[in-house]
């Protein structure tokens, strides 16, 4: 058994690997995906949930605290077993748990989703179909700009949820055990964390909304999902203006990050799309229509000129050279963090109360 670490070099080089994997691969789509497994679990557990609470708020709140504790738990004890795995037999294990890791990210695939709306192009049929892959605004009626606006938009507020927040936690877990680890740990690892949080966003994703039923079923999973993403968001914020070459104005546009983002009503969204539309130079905002209605979300950046191709390429750019930035000053930014997981989570929660 490896001696324990506070900065375990063979884990943070697991997660560089896992990096390398996502950008190289992607996500094949005739591979199953735990996201996919996750959802099965979901839609499971929800009718059952729905048929004994009814109507009642409280019980609503119940089963979805109930499911929320079963997909997260069930997910981190999985991504703990095949951590187990690759500790006492590495030569399978390894390369499982690799991939489990870069199952976790979605680098590549957010950048091929956004890159083929941006091919398809002026034809307007074709971008609109695309961009409703990646959108959960109504698309049919969006001109040329407004369809370039959603997908600067989602090039940077998924750059959050597909990539950062999972990799924070993928290195909080290598913090805090060694690597490999062959005897049991009461300490989740890189896995185990990076499962947990993509099914707290899976439940977000599936459940958070505030119609009907799901505007109580949905509260925990929401809830979680904000605070498990609340630190990944504002460090995103606080390191753009690095991968921008702009590291004089790191704190000017941090604080302005957060300034234009507090309107949005999401604690996390509005942070990540300013700290981009800062950096990238770009206006975002404005009037977005979902199925319940339109709804008006903060102008950002409003100095800047509106989303062209050229803006979500440099987006998408920042993502790239954010993530290996991220990888290069983990053991500065993070490893003091990867002691204290619980309480980031708890001041996460505070901070989307």
Known sequence: MAEWLPWPAQGLALVAGACLLDRLVGDPRPWLHPVQVM?????????????????????????????????????????????????????????LLLIGLASALAGRSLEQAVRRVLRALPDLGEARSELAWIVGRQVQDLDGGEILRAAAETASENAVDGVFAPLFWMIVGAALVGWPQAAPTPWPGPLALAWAFKAASTLDSMLGYKIGRLRWLGTAGARLDDGLTWWPTRLVALTLPLAAGRPDRLLGWFAAALGEGAADPSPNAGVSQAAYAIAAHVRLGGINRYADGPKAKPVLAALAPPADAAAVERILSLTMRLELLWLLLAPLLLAPLGLVPLGLVALGLQGVR
Not at 68 to 92: F, I, K, M
């Open 39 to 95: 959802g099965w679990v979901i839609e499971r557990l929800r009718p059952p949930a729905e048929a004994w609470a009814g109507d009642q708020p409280a019980r609503l709140r119940l089963m979805g605290l109930g499911i929320t504790l079963v997909l997260v738990l069930g997910s981190a004890l999985a991504g703990w077993s095949l951590e187990r795995l690759a500790g006492r037999w590495p030569l399978v294990g390894l390369p």
